[in-house]
T-cell receptor, first 111, second 116 residues
Framework: GIQVEQSPPDLILQEGANSTLRCNFS?????LQWFHQNPWGQLINLFY???GTKQNGRLSATTVATERYSLLYISSSQTTDSGVYFC?????????????FGQGTELSVKP | GAGVSQSPSNKVTEKGKDVELRCDPI?????LYWYRQSLGQGLEFLIY????????KSGLPSDRFSAERTGGSVSTLTIQRTQQEDSAVYLC??????????????FGPGTRLTVL
């Protein structure tokens, strides 16, 4: 099956710093989503981004489907950005939307 | 409702007992998914419902696991004869209909299951 790899596995930042999280996938995908899992376990949608670039406030994401990777950028990080960031992909058209998740990047932002 | 809701939020049970976990999707969302998150396995797909179509059960780990969706809305995940390896957070998600493609999945807060 398709493999989803995220890097780095862990990241510690000082408040105000910028960071880039990466998601590589082993085959063509129909859809890709980025999630933030907060310290209470809630998975929050960040981006639905099968291709192209999107921005939402301090966060932006880029997916280059032809090269099988996606990047999540966090600028001017805040302590509330702490948590685990997951990338998830859907294997192919009409695969029912079941998401295959990467192992996540655990981010800790220090004040 | 405003989001996907799940109940109970926590469930502690003894090995061998049956448990039922409930999910209320966002109103109007025809697609419903169950996933589970455990330390050793990460986040993994269990089962998918879309409208009146037969569910995709390809992720269910054993025949002790089953799920149903009544009236195209609420779903119940049942685990029979629970084992300690079933301990995990069970997450439900829903999404809108979008033709042949898929749409953003919205997740509930999860049910933390502990099997003693």
């Amino acid at each position: 099956g398709i493999q989803v790899e995220q890097s780095p596995p862990d990241l510690i930042l000082q408040e105000g710093a910028n960071s880039t999280l990466r998601c590589n996938f082993s085959d063509s995908v129909n859809n890709l989503q980025w999630f933030h899992q907060n310290p209470w376990g809630q998975l929050i949608n960040l981006f639905y981004i099968p291709s192209g670039t999107k921005q939402n406030g301090r966060l932006s994401a880029t997916t280059v489907a032809t090269e099988r990777y996606s990047l999540l950028y966090i600028s001017s990080s805040q302590t509330t950005d702490s948590g685990v960031y997951f990338c998830a992909v859907e294997r192919g058209y009409n695969q029912g939307g079941k998401l295959i998740f990467g192992q996540g990047t655990e981010l800790s932002v220090k004040p | 409702g405003a989001g996907v809701s799940q109940s109970p939020s926590n469930k502690v049970t003894e090995k061998g007992k049956d448990v039922e976990l409930r999910c209320d999707p966002i109103s109007g969302h025809t697609a419903l998914y169950w996933y589970r998150q455990s330390l050793g396995q990460g986040l993994e797909f269990l089962i998918y419902f879309q409208g009146n179509s037969a569910p995709d059960k390809s992720g269910l780990p054993s025949d002790r696991f089953s799920a149903e969706r009544t009236g195209g809305s609420v779903s119940t995940l049942t685990i029979q004869r629970t084992q300690q390896e079933d301990s995990a957070v069970y997450l439900c998600a829903s999404s809108r209909p979008s033709g042949g493609a898929t749409d953003t999945q919205y997740f509930g807060p999860g049910t933390r299951l502990t099997v003693l």
